[in-house]
């Protein structure tokens, strides 16, 4: 989840709590669409350049980014979330799932008839949702990701599916008014360091701790490709939920960008489907200097907002 951790956490500990909710560039979902910011930018430039698989959905948009390499966009909802199919020659690994608002195993099976893994690069909703029409499931063993796996209420996320979380109507076929994140179950629990075969294909379980106890990216060493989450994306790194842990994401980001010379793209969770692997340093720097007080910093309430260079930060507001 980019955004609305904080939406969660608000209905948690202030039920009352009306105050605009930001998305990317400090935009509520409202005033995008009154003014257009948000969803005038779809298709994102940054996809256009890749060519689009047709799939039997009108939710989904896929982008082939590599051979092999599927990215599964959900692009008319405000998480613009992103999955990516990854394609061996003997089965298939789907690297998140989406927010589960259409069915994905019928995309997912257009794309590929080999046997599918599911792994997530972490437990929040909107990279679970559609977890449970696939059979094969697998998860790390923390208490974070097993209290996740029971899915979430309607009242928990009754904003994802709100009006003004769309570019557009919702989905058809989508009963927003009842919508939750389901319950899903994992046939095989993984370890960090783990690799998973796919035939010519390896893919390597990283440890990334900091969004969620739980981060995990995916690194295809052999392809100089690194599958972020939420651990890196264009656009605000959110660091206000109790879940978030900035220390922990400094070192993992430490540890990234010392990937960088070794990778050819990074592919994020969220709004683009490509991103350079130098932007790895350059959040790993950042991050270094918010942590040492550094960036330009705006108090919001409970949070704050700090900005180092171009990298934007919304974080806890330090104890006085
Ligand atoms: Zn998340």
Same mark, same amino acid.
């Not at 390499?69 to 979330?81: D, G, H, L, N, Y």
């Given at each position: 989840?980019?955004?609305?951790?904080?939406?969660?956490?608000?209905? !948690?500990?202030?039920?009352?709590?009306?105050?605009?909710?930001?998305?990317?560039?400090?935009?509520?979902?409202?005033?995008?669409?009154?003014?257009?910011?948000?969803?005038?930018?779809?298709?994102?430039?940054?996809?256009?350049?890749? &060519?689009?698989?047709?799939?039997?959905?009108?939710?989904?948009?896929?982008?082939?980014?590599?051979?092999?390499?599927?990215?599964?966009?959900?692009?008319?909802?405000?998480?613009?979330?992103?999955?990516?199919?990854?394609?061996?020659?003997?089965?298939?690994?789907?690297?998140? /799932?989406?927010?589960?608002?259409?069915?994905? @195993?019928?995309?997912?099976?257009?794309?590929?008839?080999?046997?599918?893994?599911?792994?997530?690069?972490? /437990?929040? *909703?909107?990279?679970?949702? @559609?977890?449970?029409?696939?059979?094969?499931?697998?998860?790390?063993?923390?208490?974070?990701?097993?209290?996740?796996?029971?899915?979430?209420?309607?009242?928990?996320?009754?904003?994802?599916?709100?009006?003004?979380?769309?570019?557009?109507?919702?989905?058809?076929? &989508?009963?927003?008014? &009842?919508?939750? /994140?389901?319950? !899903?179950?994992?046939?095989?629990?993984?370890?960090?360091?783990?690799?998973?075969?796919?035939?010519?294909?390896?893919?390597?379980?990283? @440890?990334?701790?900091?969004?969620?106890?739980?981060a995990i990216v995916l690194l295809d060493r052999a392809n100089g490709l690194l599958f972020t989450?939420?651990?890196?994306?264009?656009?605000?790194?959110?660091? *206000?939920?109790?879940?978030?842990?900035?220390?922990?994401?400094?070192?993992?980001?430490?540890?990234?960008?010392?990937?960088?010379? /070794?990778?050819?793209?990074?592919?994020?969770?969220?709004?683009?489907?490509? &991103?350079?692997?130098?932007?790895?340093?350059?959040?790993?720097?950042?991050?270094?200097?918010?942590?040492?007080?550094?960036?330009v910093r705006e108090v919001d309430g409970e949070r704050e907002r700090?900005?180092?260079?171009?990298?934007?930060?919304?974080?806890?507001?330090?104890?006085?």
């Amino acid at each position: 989840m980019r955004h609305r951790v904080l939406v969660a956490a608000a209905a !948690w500990w202030c039920v009352a709590c009306s105050a605009p909710r930001p998305e990317p560039g400090g935009e509520t979902p409202a005033t995008s669409a009154a003014t257009g910011t948000w969803c005038d930018k779809l298709p994102r430039v940054e996809n256009r350049g890749f &060519a689009r698989v047709d799939v039997p959905s009108a939710w989904h948009e896929v982008y082939q980014v590599e051979p092999g390499v599927f990215a599964i966009t959900e692009p008319r909802q405000f998480q613009e979330a992103i999955s990516y199919l990854i394609v061996g020659d003997s089965s298939a690994v789907l690297f998140d /799932s989406g927010i589960g608002l259409v069915p994905l @195993a019928p995309v997912v099976k257009a794309l590929t008839a080999l046997p599918v893994r599911v792994l997530n690069s972490h /437990s929040h *909703f909107d990279h679970v949702g @559609a977890n449970h029409e696939f059979d094969q499931v697998l998860a790390l063993d923390t208490p974070f990701t097993r209290a996740n796996e029971a899915g979430k209420p309607h009242e928990r996320i009754a904003d994802e599916v709100a009006p003004t979380a769309f570019c557009g109507a919702a989905p058809s076929g &989508a009963d927003t008014a &009842a919508f939750r /994140s389901q319950p !899903w179950q994992v046939t095989r629990r993984v370890k960090l360091g783990d690799t998973l075969a796919v035939g010519g294909r390896t893919l390597e379980i990283v @440890a990334a701790p900091g969004h969620t106890p739980d981060a995990i990216v995916l690194l295809d060493r052999a392809n100089g490709l690194l599958f972020t989450g939420d651990t890196f994306y264009e656009s605000t790194l959110w660091f *206000f939920a109790a879940e978030t842990d900035i220390g922990a994401y400094e070192q993992t980001m430490q540890r990234l960008a010392a990937l960088a010379p /070794s990778l050819r793209r990074v592919l994020p969770a969220h709004n683009t489907v490509s &991103a350079s692997p130098a932007r790895l340093q350059v959040v790993a720097d950042a991050v270094g200097e918010l942590r040492r007080g550094g960036g330009v910093r705006e108090v919001d309430g409970e949070r704050e907002r700090v900005t180092v260079g171009d990298v934007r930060f919304l974080v806890r507001r330090a104890a006085p």
